[in-house]
């Protein structure tokens, strides 16, 4: 069973970094996407940046595109997603879900992912 613990987060000012990291301990290969997805107050969730896992291609928001990075990594039936962010803007403050899901398009799709994180908290003050 897929099972996605979020790690990281937090407050920082403009400008600053914070790395977002996503664990899916129950990896059985019936994903091909994980990625990172926010939802600020009163919005859409949107997609962030996503991997395909095994073939490695990225796919990232326009707004994030230059600033964040998305890395896959982990062992053994467990597969890793971290989220590098950079130069980071009062913008991006939102909840931030990693996410897990088999897809064939629109990776960058929330409604196409049905494993879910819990969320954790980004804040960005100017």
């Known amino acids: 069973q897929v099972r996605l613990v979020e790690s990281g987060g937090g407050s920082v000012q403009a400008g600053g970094s914070l790395r977002l990291s996503c664990a899916d301990s129950?990896?059985?290969?019936?994903?091909?996407?994980m990625g990172w997805f926010r939802q600020a107050p009163g919005k859409e969730r949107e997609g962030v940046a996503v991997v395909n896992i095994g073939g490695g291609s990225t796919y990232y928001a326009d707004s994030v595109k230059g600033r964040f990075t998305i890395s896959q990594g982990g062992a053994k039936n467990t597969v890793t997603v971290d989220l590098q962010m950079n130069s980071l803007k009062s913008e991006d403050t939102a909840m931030y879900y990693c996410a897990a899901g088999w897809l064939l398009t629109g990776p960058l799709d929330h409604h196409k992912y049905n494993y879910w994180g819990q969320g954790t908290q980004v804040t960005v003050s100017s």
């Open positions: 129950g990896y059985t290969y019936g994903t091909n996407y």
